[in-house]
């Protein structure tokens, strides 16, 4: 049972444009989102988070938005640099526990 | 920031042997750890949650007497993956958090492959 699912497997956009990467959630549970960037063999880096009493929440080129009713965020990147590219998770938070969702890769082409 | 240090980074091991992997906070106390396991391009997949000085919670599915986990300090976690197969080669990852301090930080991970 996936709880936390990101439906596109890869993502390719040109530097200087908007990324938008989604994520959908099952568990009404979850209090707390969060976005990292993964490199092969390395651990994940955080990015940014939001919790679930707020529906934005901004960090320099990163905002993440969530729609509760939904069951759905998603983290926009502007302007999306060819630095960027690399496997996002988004990760649900209960419990102290975090569930990850299978990641999408993104490609920014410069 | 906080640094969680994860050792070794990559281990090749026989079939039938034993692996330890460590995981170390650096800067911070670690009431919770997590360790987490990710097969080729797939998902991140909690395998288990250890606080300090108690018994770990391992996921449904993941075999308890296989996969050793032992928190015995606020600092210092380690995994043991026991009779290792080659079914068991994956990538390793540890996480640590802070008890009142939300957020979570992951190690560097280990590329275990078992021959």
């Known amino acids: 049972d996936q709880q936390v699912k990101q439906n596109s497997p890869s993502l390719s956009v040109q530097e200087g444009r908007i990324s938008i990467l989604n994520c959908d959630y099952t568990?009404?549970?979850?209090?707390?989102f969060l976005w990292y960037k993964k490199y092969p063999a390395e651990g994940p880096t955080f990015l940014i988070s939001?919790?679930?009493?707020?529906d934005k929440n901004e960090d320099g080129r990163f905002t993440v938005f969530l729609n509760k009713s939904a069951k759905h965020l998603s983290l926009h990147i502007v302007p999306s640099q060819p630095g960027d590219s690399a496997v996002y998770f988004c990760?649900?938070?209960?419990?102290?526990?975090?569930?990850f969702g299978q990641g999408t890769t993104l490609q920014v082409k410069p | 920031g906080a640094v969680v240090s994860q050792h070794p980074s990559r281990v090749i091991c026989k079939s039938g042997t034993s692996v330890k992997i460590e995981c170390r906070s650096l800067?911070?106390?670690?009431?919770?750890m997590f360790w987490y396991r990710q097969f080729p391009k797939q998902s991140l997949m909690l395998m288990a949650t250890?606080?300090?000085?108690?018994?770990?919670?391992?996921e449904q599915g993941v075999e308890k007497d296989k996969f050793l986990i032992n928190h015995a300090s606020l600092t210092l976690s380690t995994l043991t993956v026991t009779s290792a197969h080659p079914e068991d080669s994956s990538f390793y990852i540890c996480?640590?958090?802070?008890?009142?301090?939300?957020?979570?930080?992951f190690g560097s991970g280990t590329r275990l492959t078992v021959v």
């Open positions: 800067d911070f106390q670690a009431t919770t």
């Open positions: 250890s606080n300090e000085g108690s018994k770990a919670t391992y």
């Open positions: 996480s640590a958090s802070s008890a009142g301090v939300y957020g979570y930080t």
């Open positions: 990760a649900a938070s209960a419990r102290s526990k975090l569930i």
């Open positions: 568990n009404s549970m979850f209090d707390y």
């Open positions: 939001i919790s679930s009493i707020k």
